[in-house]
């Protein structure tokens, strides 16, 4: 095509590519197709565009949340990134509704013919995890090998390489621990909200030594359940004990920067925090949606070759499942909710804050 011919539809969307990328297994040797290949093929290759996307936003959230400052024009620009990837999530979900019309029978036409080729080789969704921060450590392994074993030199070594680049999480977490408002003059937000937990606390524990309505029994059990609670409030206190748990990968974020998201969820109304609760947000609704993808082709999984073992050596159906539980990303963020405290328990932010906090306009009158 030269410079001066007009743009042409079927080119530009390079379509003898697309469309001429499903060859089915099936048929090769001049034998009849397996009718539900084209299927299993096409949405295989939907899901990897959507991949592709979400990297392509991913990346650009990743480049700018990494600098240093921030710039603050660009934070829109952020959110606005990971929504479209939340926005895309529902799609995939979808899709996998589609393929279930593809019943067990109509799978074992070609199913055997696969081996060992497997959506365990998905390079994209393996670069997804890792630009998310599923730290290498935390993945399932299979029968002691990594999970990049099974793939091709060339796809093992990208992936060995993505594992040392910038993070979604990691960047999250430098920008967090950034966050001015933590300590504002006199102002120390960790001083008062430790103050009104250990109020809070105290004022449940009274309520349980006093409560008429229950026996001795019933008490110790209540006050037991509040040891429990109480503990849990512990790390968020102590520096080393919060580092403890990050070394065992039960935290992921700095206490410094968990502090700071909890600061963000717990005023998101005062107008500087807006922006950064919808990015908070926007993480909670795409880790949710990781998962609800794994869930669904989990199930899928289930209903289409029940309890046999994959294509590509796991244990099928309980290792997607093990999976979705497990890598999991975010979950600080999720846990933030542990330490919210009712609005009207909430310290006061002192005026000074509010007034930086807010988007106040010169009187130009
Ligand atoms: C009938 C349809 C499908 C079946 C029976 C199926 C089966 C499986 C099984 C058994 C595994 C575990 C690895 C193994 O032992 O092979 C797996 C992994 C995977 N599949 Fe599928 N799959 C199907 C459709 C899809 C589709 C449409 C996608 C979209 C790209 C997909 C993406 C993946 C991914 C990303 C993994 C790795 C998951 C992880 O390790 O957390 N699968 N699949």
Redesign the pocket.
Known sequence: MSAQDPLYYWSYLGLDELLGAQRLVSASDGREPAHDELL?IV??QA??LW?KQILWELDAAIETLGQEPVPEAAMGQVVRNLERIVAIQPL?VQ??QV?AT?TPLD?LDF?DELIPA???Q?VQ??LI?NRLGLPPRTR?K?KGAR?TSRLSEEHAQRLDASESEPTLLGVLDRWLARTPFLRFGEFDFWAVYREAVETMLERDRRLIEHNPSVDEVVRQQQLDAFEVTRDTFGPLFDHDAWEALRAEGKRQLSQESFLAALLISLYRDEPALHLPFRLLTALIDLDEGFTAF?NA?AQ??HR??GGR?????????G??QA??RR?QVFTDLFDLATYHLPRKELPHLPEQVREQMSFRYADRG
């Open positions: 299993f949405t295989h899901f990897e991949f995939l899709q996998f393929l593809m799978f199913r497997s959506g365990f998905s969704f393996r995890e399932l299979i999970y794994r082709h899928l999984v289409t070759i073992i994959g294509t590509g050596g796991t244990s099928g159906h290792y997607l999976a979705a890598h």
